[in-house]
């Protein structure tokens, strides 16, 4: 275009089709190539001897292309492309933000439920959900030390890293001119905040810290009930409510509040509109909205008095509050005058039915709050392997996820992108089958007797999951994962007090308590270890972690956790002296007691196998990379969809990768 000499031409679109390839846009770069090609048919400018180099980089590029665009074809973007199909294309008609495969059923015993309608695969998207209401968790503070010293006290926590709103993580936050505790990604969250909630709730801040994250969820929750359909809310809140009982002592107004069933009221009240499940509206369906929230099961017969004081302690301290606060600081956020004329009579002169539903909200959130999650890349710059962890970002509401019942091995797995709920089948789940999901105590992270006493305090059920039934006839004490072996021998050793060999020919026994003991020891020696890590002395660390490789093998079985978590780390520490080798023969073994106790197809081999392919990459193994890249991505994709950071990463190590000229006999792990 601007007089760019026409003997130099080739040599431009030649720089063009080599940064298309590695942009990956392949098509355009084979369009790019021909063109040159055929201006060159045309008009031949180039000496012979140029013309042959150029044919040359040109022949080589194209064979990049194609080995790009099989490699795409058949692995990625074949499976991309399926997960793609699976996104909620179909969405279903009778619940908001669930897929077509999956149905709403109810019976007495098990409440509401979801099946499967058709056959699905694993990895199907089943459930997409954003929030209802979501309140970042305060205060956690992360393992992250931004390398200054601890002259001031640099912890960061979670409110520090992440949007108050949106929960996307945000490095240079905007914070609330008023509080200042709440802090943005932007300006237009911190616009919205302000809108939905944050003009009330700014001014509570101190309080809402001390009162708990469940109390700020239950305050939220009908803060943004303001924004709903305002002649619904207001039949629920005013209406329904409070047309009960009004002239009767409010102590006994509140409890039948609180106990009776919201969705049975249209029959009692001898309507003829009859909703069949509750939460859902008169046309059947089940949505996102306050209407569902409202329906989530209180389980007030279930609490103790004492929560049940604590709750109704907090939400009228929290009441006393915005009493103070003049009765038009609730209407400030609303921006329509139809919607202010809505709820006017809710809002000002009773101020004690807001108080009602948030007490309800905060009773429903023992059993229907759910954490929301991020993985977070925990190593420090030096670290070439991240290494990740969980963490509770914050608690929020999701009327179609508290839909899933619970099994301790359920058929499901959930993830998180800022505040979106996402689950997918983790297995396959036939037609008619529950889709199933876990509430937290998980077969591979606690053992029976754990689990029953965890869900029964905190859900108030027992559970009867295949994982329960099995465990309780099970006479084997222990999982592998948490086993002795004999000293002499190495076979397990199995019983209560006193532990003797499983080995008929050998006679060895040991106490208990010895092992015990023994074993914590051990977990002192590797804390010792850990901390040498990170602080960069390697080779003292790893003096340190084989002699605990030493002490395990000596009494621990070779699946043990622990066993695992020592090569895990000897892994780490060999990938930060570049040894390569080591790093991958220790994160292998690592690898086999992560498939023992968590099964080949969880997320926990997925982000394991996502450190192999780190270290093989980094090592310049190509083929061992390109296969675990492969089994990474495999595993991930089932779990968290294309849309997952550490897949993208797979996919850029891969054409990292391919880029590179096989080295013959070049160094392999
Ligand atoms: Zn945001
Ligand atoms: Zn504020
Ligand atoms: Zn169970
Ligand atoms: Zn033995």
Known sequence: MHGYPERLQPKMMLRKAECLVLLGRLQEASQTISDLESSFAAKPTLAASQFQILQRTLCRLKMKIQKKENLTETVSAALTKAFEDMDLREENKQISSASASVSLCTDPFKGRYLIATKDILPGELLVKEDAFVSVLNPAEVLPLHLGLESKW????????????????????????????????????CMQQAWDLYHNIECSLGALLLTLGVFCHVALRSTLLARFEDAGEVTRKLCGDISNKDTRLPESKNLVQTLSYDLGGESEKNGKTVETPIPGCDINGKYENNYYAVCNLLPHTENHSAEYKFLCALSISALCRQLEAASPQALMTGLTSSKLKAAMAPVLCPESSIWGVAMLRHMLQLQCNAQAITAIQQTGSKE????????????????????????????????????????????????????????????????????????????????????????????????????????????????????????NASCTESVSRDHLVSRLQDLQQQVGIARKLLRNGKLERAIQQLLGCQHDAESFLSAEHSVV??????????????????????????????????????????????????????????????????????????????????????????????????????????
């Open 564 to 669: 695992g978590e020592i090569e895990d780390d000897l892994a780490q520490a060999y990938a930060a002296l570049g040894d390569w080798q080591k790093s991958a023969a220790h994160l292998q073994k690592s690898l086999r007691v992560v498939e023992v106790r968590h099964g080949p197809s969880s997320v926990e081999m997925g982000h394991e196998l996502f450190k192999l392919a780190q270290i093989f990459f980094n090592g310049f193994a190509v083929p061992e990379a390109l296969n675990t890249i492969r089994k990474a991505e495999k595993v991930l994709l089932v779990h968290y969809g294309p849309g997952n950071d550490e897949i993208q990463e797979l996919q850029k190590m891969k054409s990292c990768l391919l880029d590179l000229p096989p080295i013959p006999g070049g160094p392999s792990l």
């Open 153 to 188: 006290d640099t912890r960061v926590t979670n409110g520090d890293l992440y949007c108050h709103r949106c929960l996307k993580r945000s490095l240079a936050p905007v914070p609330c001119d008023g509080c200042s505790y709440a802090k943005y990604c932007s300006q237009e």
């Open 383 to 502: 670290n070439i392997i991240t290494d990740s962890r969980q963490v509770r970002l914050a608690t929020g509401i999701f009327p179609v996820v508290s839909l899933l019942n619970h099994s301790c091995s359920p058929n499901t797995s959930m993830s998180f992108v800022s505040t979106v709920a996402t689950v997918r089948a983790s297995q396959h789940i036939g037609k008619g089958q529950e889709i199933l999901h876990c509430y937290g105590p998980h077969e591979s992270r606690m053992g029976v007797a754990e689990r029953q006493q965890k869900l029964r305090s905190q859900y108030f059920f027992d559970c009867t999951c295949p994982a329960c039934q099995h465990g309780k006839h099970r006479t084997t004490a222990e999982p592998r994962w948490e086993a002795f072996c004999c000293c002499s021998c190495r076979a397990l050793i199995q019983g209560d007090e006193v532990l003797s060999c499983g």
